[in-house]
């Protein structure tokens, strides 16, 4: 709900009493910001693109995403307020946000007693309009605000301040994500200086080639763990539950050394549907991780926006052409929409931007599986070209039908004879599959056939399959919902 302060006012000649913080609260909140050690870093290009968006989505001059300290204000981001690091934390903005957890709007501050002696509204830049979502770590502990102002009084409808909490939602999935690859490099430093200490102390009691040696293969396993753990930073944990819907999923990279560009997700959006996507960011290393880790947060904060998928991934292809970080990596990337139908199953909308075909299955009367390539034409590459042109098709994911996706790796392996896969062989390959045509048995059948050809796959690979099943009855009459991950991305391959 909307804390909108002109609805509150005092009688004229009255003070709008101020919240102040419970003792007990504000130091644990205090430690939760300290926890997050986030304050006084440097710029953030994540961080600066959602004061960007908040400016651009409200057309307001100001916009900010700010962390409440003891007895400051700081701007982890500011688009709009130049030469401003930090401010006192007066009562009446965000001193007084942070005490709420809904979105609190100010239509006009002068209105407001509490808000008006705040130096941003009584000082040189004369705010008139503000309004913030508070920042909710998932324990309940307020951070900071996103906050939009402006110079004029103005009012704001309640779908404006549901878009202000998601990108509020936004802010924090990403210190989330920050803090994540922050805990598992401190692990690393830890892990390398205790193992640096250990071979120190054989070098000094065994012979100077086999320390040399033990050396070498202690730096082997370093760049392999290094790899896996920012590898997990880019995938997530484990797929969701969807009703009505089963997920399976697997990730295996090439090298337990080289940190791939293959990712996937799926996430929820409003209401009842879900959006999933996956991936591949031309190249590996470090600078692909980057694009990868880019890609996958665009993805999800652009559909929160609008997730018609054609329109996502012109988001896409613009941040991956203006972000200095993506350097020039392009990716390709399949983006779906998932709207449940009255009859059951789902109503899917694909689009492309130049990867592979998905397929579409399900079993015909003769116990054969039938396939339909599922091909938008028109998608070119993102992130390649400023105005590439993207195409999506929609068509209808019934109980017993299969959606399956994957990367370039699984159609680029080799048979003994040294012959790609390639596209007709996976439909050959799924053509002649015996077994239910379910998400589970998809990736399993697949990770089967990977294993057989003698190279395994000479690329990274990335699998992901939904699947609607049949409706069987539970006890209270519904229909179960399954999810289910058949290799969890834990599996990231051997030599």
């Not at 951070?143 to 990108?167: C, Q």
């Amino acid at each position: 709900m909307t804390q909108q302060a002109s609805a509150t006012d005092p009688a004229p000649g009255r003070r709008r009493p101020e919240l102040v913080p419970d003792p007990d609260v504000e130091a644990a909140r205090i430690a939760a910001v300290r926890r997050y050690d986030i304050l006084d870093t440097p710029p953030d290009g994540a961080f600066d693109r959602v004061a960007a968006m908040a400016a651009r989505l409200f057309d307001v001059p100001v916009a900010t995403v700010t962390i409440v300290d003891t007895d400051r204000i700081w701007f982890k981001a500011a688009h709009g307020l130049e030469g401003v690091a930090e401010i006192g934390r007066d009562p009446g903005l965000c001193g007084s946000a942070i005490l709420r957890d809904d979105t609190m709007v100010i239509p006009d501050t002068l209105k407001d007693p509490i808000a008006a002696d705040n130096p941003l509204v009584a000082g040189e830049m004369g705010v008139r309009f503000y309004a913030a979502a508070p920042i909710i770590t998932p324990d309940g502990h307020r951070l900071g605000t996103v906050n939009v102002l402006d110079t004029r009084p103005r009012s704001i409808t309640e779908e404006d301040t549901a878009t202000l909490a998601d990108l509020a939602a936004i802010v924090l999935d990403e210190m989330e994500l920050r803090l994540s690859a922050l805990r598992a490099l401190r692990d690393e430093q830890a892990r390398r200086e205790a193992e640096k200490r250990h071979a120190e102390a054989e070098r000094a009691r065994a012979e100077a080639e086999r320390a040399a040696r033990e050396k070498a293969e202690q730096d082997r396993a370093a760049i392999a763990a290094f790899a896996s753990t920012l590898q997990r930073t880019l995938l997530p944990p484990a797929l969701p539950v969807v009703p009505g819907l089963e997920l399976a999923c697997h990730y295996r990279t090439a090298s337990v050394h080289d940190v791939g560009g293959d990712f996937y997700d799926v996430f929820p959006l409003d209401g009842d549907r879900w959006a999933f996507f996956l991936g591949d960011v031309c190249g590996k290393g470090p600078e692909a991780a980057t694009v990868t880790a880019l890609a996958r947060h665009t993805l999800r904060a652009a559909a929160q926006i609008n997730a018609d998928p054609v329109t996502v991934l012109s988001a896409l292809n613009t941040v991956l052409l203006t972000d200095v970080t993506a350097g020039r990596r392009f990716c390709t990337v399949l983006f779906g929409l998932l709207e449940p139908r009255e009859a059951g199953g789902f109503t899917v909308t694909v689009a492309t931007g130049g990867h592979p075909p998905a397929y579409h299955l399900r079993p015909d009367d003769s116990g054969a599986v039938w396939v339909r390539t599922v091909r938008p034409q028109g998608g070119m590459l993102v992130g390649a070209f400023p105005q590439a042109p993207f195409a999506q098709a929609t068509f209808s994911l019934t109980p017993g039908e299969s959606l399956f996706l994957y990367t370039d790796g699984l159609t680029e392996s080799r048979n003994t004879e040294g012959t790609m896969l390639g596209d007709d062989g996976l439909t050959g390959f799924l053509h002649q599959r015996t077994e239910p045509v379910t998400a589970t048995s998809l990736v399993e059948d697949s990770i089967t056939l990977l294993a057989s050809l003698p190279d395994g796959a000479g690329d990274d690979v990335a699998l992901l399959a939904l699947s609607v099943p049949h409706p069987h009855t539970t006890p209270d009459g519904g229909v179960a919902a399954t999810a289910h991950t058949a290799a969890a991305p834990e599996h990231f391959g051997q030599e």
